[in-house]
Every structure is written in C-alpha cells, then in structure tokens.
C-alpha cells in the first residue's frame, strides 16, 4: 500500500525533490507501452452503465491526503465502483523495479497472498488497492475481497485485475505497477500514475483463485463486464 501525500512528503522530501535519487526508477524513461485489450466489452459500454452514481459509502474519499474528500463509491446490484486518480502500488514481491533501492516507499508486503504463501508482485500483477475498512466504507460488506475481479477503465482501455492490497482507509485510487503499465499510464511509483480519469468497477462476489492466476481474472472479467453491460 501507498500513501502519496503532503503529509508523507513533509516527512520525506523524497517526494518533494528528485535530488535524493541520483538513479532514475529503471521503467520511468520509455514510454508507456500500448495496452492490447484483453476482451469484447468496450470501455465505452462499461462507462455509460456508470454514469450514475448511488452512494454506498457512508462518506467521501480522497484521492490524496491533502486533497479534498469527493469521491464517493457508488453501488449497482452487480458491482461497486468509483471514479478517481490512479497512484501507483509498487509493493509485494521484490522484482526488478518493484524493489527497496528503485521505490523508496517499497514494502514487501501486499494484503493478500499468492497460493504459494508468497506475496504478490506488483509487478507482474495487475491489481488494485481498496481503503482498509472504515466507517466510511467496507468492502467486505459488498462481497468485495481479495481476488474480486476488477475492470479498470482509462480512457477507451479496460484492463481486468484483482483486488490484491489495501491502503489508507480515507484516500481511495491506486493499483499496481502492472495495472498502469498495461493501460499505458506511467507505472513509476513517484512521479508516475495519472491525476484523475481513472473509472474502477468492482464485481460483487466474484473471486479469482489461485488470485495470481491473471489469464483467470480476464476470463471471469469478460464474462462478468458482459453481464453489467447487459443488466448492471
């Protein structure tokens, strides 16, 4: 989990200045790849079933800290979603750029675990970060968990993941290295990510197992976008 704040960095001015970093995080410099799309269902049609926004939360989340609280999570009868930033999760498993001297935030934790015990690898994993339970919102109380299926929308791109951490329960807008990479936003954890335009929707009582399976978590996202397009 990240927290890309002003109060974090009043207390390392490593996100204040690159000075600190005499090494360039290894993916920042070429540019973003072009995303292929994993499935049928169009960006275009998965956005106009979430126009509207029925409030689940009891309140309203940030995109940073810092930032104002205007993002709401909004229900449907087959999914929740929200409509926001996207930061960048660089923790889990140590890879060649998700590692502690490229990120100096790294953690080599994430929330959830792969079936082998390990845990999961940002890198290579397209997933999503939901806030940590709160009396804003729980997403357990949703049927959303780890492995959930994820559709995740930027501009006419859907990439499908997982639910596979949490972060700070009041800010609400991040996924892993893999998930931004894939859409073509800049995966480099500071000074990378987008600062809005990010749309995610979140089956309800869907789960991919073993959750590292991604080919799986295409498969059930397909399946599952086609039904919320069909009926919501």
Not at 66 to 80: D, F, L, N
């Amino acid at each position: 989990m990240r927290v890309q704040s002003l109060t974090l960095a009043a207390a390392s001015v490593a996100l204040l200045s690159p000075a600190p970093f005499p090494a360039p995080f290894p993916a920042a410099r070429p540019s973003p790849p072009v995303a292929v799309r994993e499935g049928k269902v169009r960006a275009a049609d998965l956005l106009a079933k979430v126009r509207d926004c029925v409030p689940v939360s009891k309140g309203r989340y940030r995109s940073d800290d810092g930032s104002s609280a205007e993002i709401p999570v909004c229900g449907t009868r087959g999914a929740v979603f929200w409509k926001a930033d996207m930061d960048i999760d660089c923790d889990g498993r140590p890879g060649l750029v998700c590692n502690g001297r490229n990120d100096p935030l790294f953690s080599g934790t994430t929330a959830y675990q792969q079936s082998d015990g390990r845990y999961l690898s940002a890198e290579t994993l397209p997933y999503v970060v939901v806030p940590t339970p709160s009396g804003i919102w729980d997403h357990r109380v949703h049927g959303i968990r780890g492995g959930s299926v994820v559709a995740v929308i930027y501009q006419d791109r859907v990439q499908y993941a997982v639910v596979g951490d949490t972060g700070p329960h009041g800010i609400i807008g991040e996924a892993s290295y893999a998930t931004a990479k894939a859409l073509g936003i800049r995966p480099d954890p500071h000074g990378g990510g987008t600062s809005s335009g990010v749309t995610y929707i979140a089956f309800k009582d869907s789960q991919v197992s073993p959750i590292e399976d991604h080919a799986a978590a295409v498969t059930a996202g397909e399946r599952l976008a086609q039904e919320f397009v069909r009926g919501g």
